[in-house]
């Protein structure tokens, strides 16, 4: 989180949200990247309590998000449900001491556990099934119709993070492939079959896995994309975290292998779009360019350890040479 939200992120504002959803005082927090993020129990059931601030995500934003991620849920998609206050309302926000605001929702916690890239569990079986988690959400989302006075969430290209040159203003090679990127993205086709509202962010630290289905959660970045996205990320960073260290065959290895058994289980709910592995290296390319603006912006120069800047410079090698994370045969 940004120094200048930390500052303003008090206690007083915690007890606050959690009296507003009846909760009980003692939290586990499990994150502050870019939500605040923590586990509280409601009677005897653990939820999940998240505390935005108003510079990272509009409230409309967030009702938004919170429609969608309600309608899957109805439509047995497994994401967890948001819960109302104590005011009947999804959202409580409180003002900050500059003028700004905290907004805090309530989920229900998924079933199931984390899974650690390198552990067994991280197998052929589990690309299958988490394939079929996002293969099921692509054909449910093109039945979802917003309810009324939900405005839209954001289309891919609204994306502050490709604003690149506020975060790294004097590297004008990073800036320059962003926009032509960004520019080739645009030329893509756009249908109900490959273009919709998608997750954009189901890595393997956004679900549990129960042994035989994945339970997708964190919709923080749910946005209008090409489906295709929403295959290429859990491949990205499969490949970023597990295979950083690896020649340049393991990692095609590794790609061929999770995308034959992440297809298969996609499949089963979802015909694949059209010309998607063709546009996956795009889609690589983007993600290099978002966390690469978005380290920039949470993590300061003084802050960042050895394994945050070699990820940094790897990341800035890529950009600079337009060369995908992974080839893909």
């Known amino acids: 989180m940004e120094k200048s939200v930390e500052i303003l992120f008090t206690e007083e504002i915690l007890k606050c949200f959690l009296t507003s959803f009846h909760l009980q005082t003692e939290v586990i927090k499990l994150g502050d990247f870019e939500n605040y993020v923590f586990e509280a129990?409601?009677?005897?059931?653990p939820v999940i309590l998240r505390i935005t601030h108003s510079s990272h995500r509009s409230k409309d934003e967030i009702l938004a998000e919170l429609d969608w991620m309600n309608f899957?849920?109805?439509?047995?998609?497994?994401?967890?449900?948001?819960?109302?206050?104590?005011?009947?309302?999804?959202?409580?926000?409180?003002?900050?001491?500059?003028?700004?605001?905290?907004?805090?929702?309530?989920?229900?916690?998924?079933?199931?556990?984390?899974?650690?890239?390198?552990?067994?569990?991280?197998?052929?079986?589990?690309?299958?099934?988490?394939?079929?988690?996002?293969?099921?959400?692509?054909?449910?989302?093109?039945?979802?119709?917003?309810?009324?006075?939900?405005?839209?969430?954001?289309?891919?290209?609204?994306?502050?993070?490709?604003?690149?040159?506020?975060?790294?203003?004097?590297?004008?090679?990073?800036?320059?492939?962003?926009?032509?990127?960004?520019?080739?993205?645009?030329?893509l086709p756009r249908n109900k079959d490959n273009f919709g509202l998608i997750h954009s962010d189901i890595h393997s630290g956004n679900f549990f896995y129960d042994g035989e289905c994945v339970h997708v959660f964190d919709f923080d970045d749910c946005s209008y994309h090409w489906f295709a996205s929403d295959i290429a990320i859990p491949l990205y960073y499969s490949v970023?975290?597990?295979?950083?260290?690896?020649?340049?065959?393991?990692?095609?290895?590794?790609?061929?292998?999770?995308?034959?058994?992440?297809?298969?289980?996609y499949e089963e709910h979802h015909s694949l779009p059209e010309a998607w592995k063709e546009q996956l290296p795009l889609f690589f390319m983007l993600r290099d360019i978002t966390l690469y603006s978005v380290l920039h912006k949470k993590i300061s120069p003084e802050d960042r350890d050895v394994e945050i800047n070699r990820m940094i410079e790897g990341l800035k090698s890529r950009i600079i040479k337009k060369e995908p994370i992974v080839k893909l045969g």
Not at 41 to 45: A, D, K
Not at 75 to 80: A, E, T, Y
Not at 248 to 264: D, Y
């Open 41 to 45: 129990y409601r009677g005897n059931n």
């Open 72 to 187: 899957l849920h109805q439509q047995k998609v497994n994401c967890p449900e948001a819960f109302t206050s104590s005011n009947n309302q999804l959202i409580e926000d409180l003002p900050a001491g500059d003028g700004s605001f905290f907004y805090a929702c309530l989920f229900s916690k998924v079933d199931g556990y984390p899974v650690k890239i390198k552990s067994d569990v991280f197998n052929n079986q589990l690309f299958h099934a988490w394939g079929k988690a996002i293969g099921q959400m692509h054909s449910v989302t093109k039945e979802y119709k917003p309810s009324k006075e939900i405005k839209l969430r954001p289309s891919w290209e609204d994306e502050e993070l490709l604003d690149i040159e506020t975060y790294v203003p004097n590297e004008k090679e990073i800036i320059k492939n962003t926009k032509q990127l960004i520019k080739e993205l645009k030329l």
């Open 240 to 265: 970023l975290y597990g295979y950083h260290n690896s020649s340049e065959m393991e990692r095609e290895q590794f790609a061929s292998n999770f995308l034959a058994h992440f297809i298969q289980g």
